[in-house]
């Protein structure tokens, strides 16, 4: 497995608008190939960033999913540069170990 985490600083004024827009995204990531989940998670603490993070079968997938018509789309329409407190920082990791609770 793959995981891309973006975090994502979003200014205090616009983070309804920032939740909204993927709850009311442009793109469908769930039907590309390759794709397992994606998680959009509200930072806990007042100056940490929102997380939004991906899970693909491989950094192949990812990527195939980049270069596809669903991502142009998905980020056709960007919020404006005072929507951030500063740039988003991607990391991506390959997943070694995974564990589960066995009743999910």
Request: no cysteine.
């Amino acid at each position: 497995m793959f995981v891309v985490t973006n975090r994502v600083p979003v200014a205090e004024g616009y983070r309804s608008e920032f939740e909204a827009r993927f709850r009311n995204r442009a793109g469908q990531i769930e039907q590309n190939p390759g794709f397992i989940s994606m998680r959009i998670m509200r930072p806990a603490r007042d100056g940490h960033p929102y997380l939004v993070q991906t899970t693909w079968e491989s950094r192949e997938a990812f990527d195939q999913w980049v270069g596809s018509d669903d991502f142009r789309q998905a980020h056709a329409n960007p919020m404006p540069k005072s929507a951030f407190d500063g740039p988003s920082e991607m990391e991506m990791h390959e997943v070694i170990i995974s564990a589960d609770r066995p009743d999910r």
